[in-house]
Protein backbone atom coordinates (compact mmCIF):
# COMPACT_ATOMS: atom_id res chain seq x y z
CA UNK A 1 0.00 0.00 0.00
CA UNK A 2 2.97 2.62 0.62
CA UNK A 3 4.25 1.88 -2.84
CA UNK A 4 1.17 2.85 -4.50
CA UNK A 5 0.55 5.98 -2.40
CA UNK A 6 4.13 6.30 -3.62
CA UNK A 7 3.32 6.04 -7.19
CA UNK A 8 -0.14 8.20 -6.61
CA UNK A 9 2.56 11.42 -6.37
CA UNK A 10 1.74 13.94 -9.25
CA UNK A 11 1.41 12.59 -12.93
CA UNK A 12 2.87 10.14 -14.69
CA UNK A 13 3.02 8.73 -18.37
CA UNK A 14 0.70 6.21 -19.59
CA UNK A 15 0.69 2.39 -20.47
CA UNK A 16 4.19 1.71 -18.76
CA UNK A 17 5.73 4.49 -19.86
CA UNK A 18 6.74 5.56 -16.37
CA UNK A 19 9.75 5.12 -14.26
CA UNK A 20 8.11 2.94 -11.69
CA UNK A 21 7.28 0.44 -14.41
CA UNK A 22 10.62 0.48 -15.81
CA UNK A 23 12.09 0.12 -12.07
CA UNK A 24 9.52 -2.81 -11.70
CA UNK A 25 11.44 -4.60 -15.37
CA UNK A 26 14.87 -4.33 -14.22
CA UNK A 27 13.77 -6.13 -10.55
CA UNK A 28 12.32 -8.82 -12.72
CA UNK A 29 15.51 -9.08 -14.90
CA UNK A 30 17.56 -9.36 -11.48
CA UNK A 31 15.61 -12.21 -10.47
CA UNK A 32 14.89 -14.30 -13.69
CA UNK A 33 17.82 -13.25 -15.57
CA UNK A 34 19.04 -10.85 -18.42
CA UNK A 35 16.39 -12.69 -21.00
CA UNK A 36 13.45 -12.02 -18.98
CA UNK A 37 10.87 -9.83 -20.29
CA UNK A 38 7.77 -9.04 -18.28
CA UNK A 39 4.39 -7.63 -18.66
CA UNK A 40 2.09 -6.48 -15.47
CA UNK A 41 -1.52 -7.00 -16.15
CA UNK A 42 -4.46 -7.27 -13.46
CA UNK A 43 -5.04 -10.66 -12.90
CA UNK A 44 -3.90 -14.52 -13.10
CA UNK A 45 -6.62 -15.56 -15.55
CA UNK A 46 -5.21 -12.42 -17.87
CA UNK A 47 -1.86 -13.66 -17.55
CA UNK A 48 -2.59 -17.24 -18.60
CA UNK A 49 -4.52 -15.62 -21.21
CA UNK A 50 -1.85 -13.67 -22.87
CA UNK A 51 0.23 -16.80 -22.53
CA UNK A 52 -1.23 -18.32 -24.40
CA UNK A 53 -2.22 -15.88 -27.06
CA UNK A 54 1.12 -15.45 -27.62
CA UNK A 55 2.51 -18.81 -27.95
CA UNK A 56 0.14 -20.92 -29.77
CA UNK A 57 -2.02 -20.56 -33.12
CA UNK A 58 -5.85 -21.15 -33.18
CA UNK A 59 -5.37 -25.18 -34.93
CA UNK A 60 -2.51 -25.75 -31.69
CA UNK A 61 -3.29 -27.37 -28.10
CA UNK A 62 -1.87 -26.94 -24.47
CA UNK A 63 -1.28 -29.51 -22.50
CA UNK A 64 -2.39 -29.37 -18.83
CA UNK A 65 -3.29 -31.65 -15.57
CA UNK A 66 -6.99 -32.08 -15.36
CA UNK A 67 -6.79 -30.08 -12.33
CA UNK A 68 -5.12 -27.29 -13.69
CA UNK A 69 -6.48 -23.82 -13.30
CA UNK A 70 -6.78 -23.15 -16.62
CA UNK A 71 -9.11 -26.14 -17.01
CA UNK A 72 -11.69 -25.65 -14.29
CA UNK A 73 -11.31 -22.58 -12.82
CA UNK A 74 -11.08 -20.49 -15.73
CA UNK A 75 -14.46 -20.35 -17.04
CA UNK A 76 -13.57 -21.41 -20.35
CA UNK A 77 -11.59 -17.95 -20.96
CA UNK A 78 -8.71 -20.02 -22.73
CA UNK A 79 -10.72 -21.62 -24.83
CA UNK A 80 -13.14 -17.94 -25.47
CA UNK A 81 -10.74 -16.23 -25.45
CA UNK A 82 -7.54 -17.15 -26.75
CA UNK A 83 -9.28 -19.96 -28.90
CA UNK A 84 -7.10 -22.95 -28.22
CA UNK A 85 -7.87 -25.92 -27.31
CA UNK A 86 -6.56 -27.67 -23.91
CA UNK A 87 -5.66 -31.28 -23.88
CA UNK A 88 -5.95 -32.98 -19.87
CA UNK A 89 -3.91 -35.40 -18.48
CA UNK A 90 -5.28 -37.53 -15.04
CA UNK A 91 -2.55 -37.05 -12.20
CA UNK A 92 -2.45 -38.61 -8.99
CA UNK A 93 -0.99 -35.25 -7.46
CA UNK A 94 -1.51 -32.37 -10.23
CA UNK A 95 1.49 -33.15 -11.63
CA UNK A 96 2.60 -33.70 -15.52
CA UNK A 97 5.39 -35.79 -15.84
CA UNK A 98 7.34 -36.74 -19.39
CA UNK A 99 5.33 -40.09 -19.38
CA UNK A 100 1.90 -38.64 -18.48
CA UNK A 101 2.75 -35.86 -21.13
CA UNK A 102 4.13 -37.38 -23.65
CA UNK A 103 0.73 -40.17 -23.76
CA UNK A 104 -0.79 -36.79 -24.85
CA UNK A 105 1.47 -35.90 -27.81
CA UNK A 106 -0.25 -37.91 -30.76
CA UNK A 107 -1.19 -37.42 -33.99
CA UNK A 108 1.41 -34.66 -34.68
CA UNK A 109 1.49 -33.58 -38.27
CA UNK A 110 -2.23 -34.94 -39.05
CA UNK A 111 -4.29 -32.56 -40.57
CA UNK A 112 -7.50 -33.67 -38.81
CA UNK A 113 -6.07 -32.85 -35.38
CA UNK A 114 -5.21 -30.30 -32.68
CA UNK A 115 -1.67 -29.67 -32.96
CA UNK A 116 -0.14 -30.29 -29.24
CA UNK A 117 2.19 -27.04 -29.17
CA UNK A 118 2.30 -26.33 -25.13
CA UNK A 119 3.15 -27.95 -21.77
CA UNK A 120 1.65 -26.00 -19.06
CA UNK A 121 1.93 -26.70 -15.70
CA UNK A 122 1.24 -24.88 -12.05
CA UNK A 123 3.97 -24.55 -9.71
CA UNK A 124 2.99 -24.43 -7.12
CA UNK A 125 0.05 -27.03 -8.04
CA UNK A 126 -3.83 -26.61 -7.63
CA UNK A 127 -2.85 -29.77 -5.01
CA UNK A 128 -0.64 -27.77 -3.09
CA UNK A 129 2.29 -30.07 -4.59
CA UNK A 130 5.57 -28.33 -5.86
CA UNK A 131 7.63 -29.48 -9.26
CA UNK A 132 11.36 -29.44 -7.85
CA UNK A 133 13.66 -27.76 -10.21
CA UNK A 134 15.17 -30.86 -11.99
CA UNK A 135 10.70 -31.93 -12.22
CA UNK A 136 11.04 -28.48 -14.55
CA UNK A 137 14.21 -29.14 -15.54
CA UNK A 138 13.03 -32.91 -17.37
CA UNK A 139 9.54 -31.08 -18.28
CA UNK A 140 11.20 -28.79 -20.34
CA UNK A 141 14.04 -31.56 -21.91
CA UNK A 142 10.64 -33.26 -23.15
CA UNK A 143 9.61 -30.24 -24.30
CA UNK A 144 12.60 -29.45 -26.57
CA UNK A 145 12.40 -33.21 -27.57
CA UNK A 146 8.95 -32.63 -28.91
CA UNK A 147 9.25 -29.56 -30.01
CA UNK A 148 6.62 -27.99 -27.32
CA UNK A 149 6.55 -25.11 -24.96
CA UNK A 150 6.65 -24.94 -21.52
CA UNK A 151 4.94 -22.67 -20.02
CA UNK A 152 4.26 -22.26 -15.86
CA UNK A 153 1.29 -20.97 -13.81
CA UNK A 154 3.01 -19.30 -11.02
CA UNK A 155 0.28 -17.69 -9.01
CA UNK A 156 1.91 -19.26 -6.41
CA UNK A 157 5.65 -19.55 -7.94
CA UNK A 158 6.95 -17.88 -4.58
CA UNK A 159 5.52 -20.31 -2.44
CA UNK A 160 6.97 -23.03 -4.60
CA UNK A 161 10.58 -21.54 -4.43
CA UNK A 162 10.28 -21.21 -0.92
CA UNK A 163 9.17 -24.89 -0.58
CA UNK A 164 12.66 -25.83 -2.00
CA UNK A 165 14.75 -22.70 -1.24
CA UNK A 166 15.36 -21.85 -4.66
CA UNK A 167 15.85 -18.94 -6.34
CA UNK A 168 13.03 -17.87 -9.27
CA UNK A 169 14.81 -18.37 -11.73
CA UNK A 170 16.56 -21.61 -11.04
CA UNK A 171 12.64 -22.90 -11.09
CA UNK A 172 11.91 -20.98 -14.47
CA UNK A 173 14.56 -19.48 -16.87
CA UNK A 174 17.40 -21.98 -16.06
CA UNK A 175 15.74 -25.40 -16.42
CA UNK A 176 14.25 -23.87 -19.62
CA UNK A 177 10.50 -22.66 -18.75
CA UNK A 178 9.36 -20.62 -22.37
CA UNK A 179 6.54 -18.23 -20.25
CA UNK A 180 5.56 -17.66 -16.79
CA UNK A 181 2.35 -16.25 -15.51
CA UNK A 182 3.76 -14.40 -12.45
CA UNK A 183 1.49 -14.54 -9.25
CA UNK A 184 1.62 -11.32 -6.96
CA UNK A 185 -2.10 -11.40 -5.67
CA UNK A 186 -1.58 -14.65 -4.10
CA UNK A 187 1.55 -13.49 -1.71
CA UNK A 188 0.48 -9.95 -0.28
CA UNK A 189 -0.33 -7.83 -3.85
CA UNK A 190 -3.63 -5.85 -3.86
CA UNK A 191 -3.92 -6.89 -7.53
CA UNK A 192 -1.52 -7.49 -10.36
CA UNK A 193 0.34 -10.48 -12.24
CA UNK A 194 2.97 -10.35 -14.71
CA UNK A 195 3.21 -12.46 -17.93
CA UNK A 196 7.22 -12.61 -18.17
CA UNK A 197 8.81 -14.24 -21.67
CA UNK A 198 12.22 -16.18 -21.79
CA UNK A 199 12.56 -16.33 -25.52
CA UNK A 200 12.47 -13.02 -27.70
CA UNK A 201 10.24 -14.47 -30.32
CA UNK A 202 7.63 -15.09 -27.74
CA UNK A 203 7.84 -11.29 -26.26
CA UNK A 204 7.55 -10.25 -30.25
CA UNK A 205 4.34 -8.57 -30.24
CA UNK A 206 3.44 -9.70 -26.92
CA UNK A 207 2.33 -5.99 -25.60
CA UNK A 208 0.07 -5.95 -28.84
CA UNK A 209 -1.32 -9.41 -27.63
CA UNK A 210 -1.98 -7.90 -23.69
CA UNK A 211 -4.02 -5.17 -24.72
CA UNK A 212 -6.14 -7.12 -26.92
CA UNK A 213 -6.40 -9.47 -24.05
CA UNK A 214 -7.79 -6.55 -21.77
CA UNK A 215 -4.66 -6.39 -19.46
CA UNK A 216 -2.88 -3.14 -20.62
CA UNK A 217 -3.84 -0.31 -17.35
CA UNK A 218 -3.59 3.02 -18.42
CA UNK A 219 -2.31 3.62 -14.60
CA UNK A 220 0.43 1.20 -15.06
CA UNK A 221 2.53 2.59 -12.19
CA UNK A 222 0.00 1.00 -9.56
CA UNK A 223 0.79 -2.64 -10.69
CA UNK A 224 4.46 -2.08 -11.01
CA UNK A 225 5.16 -0.34 -7.96
CA UNK A 226 3.41 -3.24 -6.18
CA UNK A 227 5.45 -6.02 -8.43
CA UNK A 228 8.69 -4.06 -8.12
CA UNK A 229 8.04 -3.63 -3.78
CA UNK A 230 7.43 -7.38 -4.26
CA UNK A 231 10.35 -8.26 -5.72
CA UNK A 232 12.73 -6.29 -3.42
CA UNK A 233 14.27 -7.29 -0.13
CA UNK A 234 12.72 -10.71 -0.55
CA UNK A 235 9.56 -9.59 0.49
CA UNK A 236 8.23 -12.45 -1.68
CA UNK A 237 10.11 -15.07 -0.25
CA UNK A 238 9.51 -13.81 3.54
CA UNK A 239 5.82 -13.62 2.46
CA UNK A 240 5.77 -17.30 1.13
CA UNK A 241 8.12 -18.77 3.36
CA UNK A 242 5.42 -17.64 6.15
CA UNK A 243 2.60 -18.97 4.30
CA UNK A 244 4.54 -22.29 3.90
CA UNK A 245 5.00 -22.55 7.51
CA UNK A 246 1.73 -21.78 8.49
CA UNK A 247 0.49 -24.64 6.38
CA UNK A 248 2.74 -26.89 7.76
CA UNK A 249 1.83 -25.85 11.54
CA UNK A 250 -1.39 -26.64 10.68
CA UNK A 251 -1.02 -30.21 9.08
CA UNK A 252 0.34 -30.98 12.07
CA UNK A 253 -1.95 -29.70 14.36
CA UNK A 254 -5.34 -31.79 12.55
CA UNK A 255 -3.39 -34.52 10.61
CA UNK A 256 -3.78 -37.10 13.60
CA UNK A 257 -7.16 -35.99 14.39
CA UNK A 258 -9.89 -38.47 14.87
CA UNK A 259 -11.62 -38.87 10.64
CA UNK A 260 -9.21 -36.46 9.45
CA UNK A 261 -7.03 -37.82 6.59
CA UNK A 262 -4.24 -35.56 4.51
CA UNK A 263 -5.21 -36.30 1.03
CA UNK A 264 -1.85 -34.66 -0.24
CA UNK A 265 1.72 -33.90 0.82
CA UNK A 266 1.86 -30.77 2.82
CA UNK A 267 4.73 -28.87 0.44
CA UNK A 268 3.57 -25.17 -0.07
CA UNK A 269 0.88 -22.96 1.61
CA UNK A 270 -2.03 -25.58 0.94
CA UNK A 271 -3.61 -28.85 2.99
CA UNK A 272 -5.92 -30.97 1.71
CA UNK A 273 -7.81 -33.20 3.74
CA UNK A 274 -10.98 -35.67 3.61
CA UNK A 275 -13.38 -35.18 6.37
CA UNK A 276 -17.09 -36.59 7.31
CA UNK A 277 -19.31 -34.43 5.75
CA UNK A 278 -21.01 -33.98 9.30
CA UNK A 279 -18.17 -32.80 10.70
CA UNK A 280 -17.60 -30.40 7.56
CA UNK A 281 -21.09 -28.93 8.30
CA UNK A 282 -20.08 -28.31 12.16
CA UNK A 283 -16.71 -26.72 11.34
CA UNK A 284 -18.51 -24.25 8.72
CA UNK A 285 -21.10 -23.20 11.19
CA UNK A 286 -18.94 -23.07 14.00
CA UNK A 287 -16.65 -20.11 11.92
CA UNK A 288 -19.27 -18.60 9.75
CA UNK A 289 -17.30 -15.92 7.43
CA UNK A 290 -14.29 -15.98 10.04
CA UNK A 291 -12.00 -18.28 8.56
CA UNK A 292 -13.53 -19.63 5.53
CA UNK A 293 -12.62 -22.59 3.12
CA UNK A 294 -13.88 -24.63 0.44
CA UNK A 295 -15.21 -28.09 -0.28
CA UNK A 296 -12.80 -29.08 -2.73
CA UNK A 297 -14.34 -32.43 -3.84
CA UNK A 298 -17.87 -32.60 -3.09
CA UNK A 299 -18.12 -36.53 -3.90
CA UNK A 300 -15.22 -37.57 -1.61
CA UNK A 301 -15.79 -34.87 1.25
CA UNK A 302 -12.24 -33.24 0.36
CA UNK A 303 -11.76 -29.84 2.18
CA UNK A 304 -9.16 -27.07 0.79
CA UNK A 305 -7.41 -25.31 3.87
CA UNK A 306 -4.95 -22.81 2.23
CA UNK A 307 -2.86 -20.46 4.53
CA UNK A 308 -1.40 -16.81 2.96
CA UNK A 309 1.33 -13.95 3.82
CA UNK A 310 -1.24 -13.00 6.28
CA UNK A 311 -2.26 -15.89 8.43
CA UNK A 312 -1.38 -16.03 11.84
CA UNK A 313 -0.24 -19.10 14.38
CA UNK A 314 -3.86 -17.71 16.11
CA UNK A 315 -5.78 -18.25 13.45
CA UNK A 316 -3.85 -21.54 12.67
CA UNK A 317 -4.44 -22.78 16.23
CA UNK A 318 -7.67 -21.48 16.96
CA UNK A 319 -8.87 -22.97 13.41
CA UNK A 320 -7.12 -26.56 14.60
CA UNK A 321 -9.01 -26.44 17.82
CA UNK A 322 -12.25 -25.87 15.66
CA UNK A 323 -11.69 -28.85 13.64
CA UNK A 324 -10.81 -30.99 16.54
CA UNK A 325 -13.97 -29.89 17.70
CA UNK A 326 -15.86 -30.76 15.01
CA UNK A 327 -14.18 -34.19 14.47
CA UNK A 328 -15.55 -35.52 17.37
CA UNK A 329 -15.10 -36.09 21.04
CA UNK A 330 -12.51 -38.49 20.80
CA UNK A 331 -10.41 -36.34 18.66
CA UNK A 332 -7.24 -35.04 20.15
CA UNK A 333 -7.12 -30.85 21.06
CA UNK A 334 -3.86 -28.97 20.78
CA UNK A 335 -1.69 -29.18 23.49
Sequence with gaps: ??????????????????????????????HFGPSARAFPVFNGTGANVVCLRAALRPFEAAICPATAHLAID????????????????????????????GAAVERVG????????????????????????????????????????????????????????????????????????????????????????????????????????MQLASKMRFLSAQLATLLEDDLWLRNARHANAMARRLA??????????????????AVFATLPRAAIERLLEALPGELPFYIWDERRDVVRWMCSWDTTAEDVDRFAEAVAEAAGPTAHRLR
Aim: charged share 20%.
Design 74 to 101: ECGAPEALAGVKLLTVATPDGKLTPELA
Design 1 to 30: MAAIAAANDGHAAAYGADPWTAACEERFRE
Design 252 to 269: DAVGGLNGVTLTQPVEAN
Design 110 to 213: DQHAVQPRLLSISNATELGTVYSVEEVRALAGFARSRGLLLHVDGARLANAAAAFEASLAELTAEPGVDLLSFGGTKNGLLFGEAVVVFRDELADGLEFVRKQS
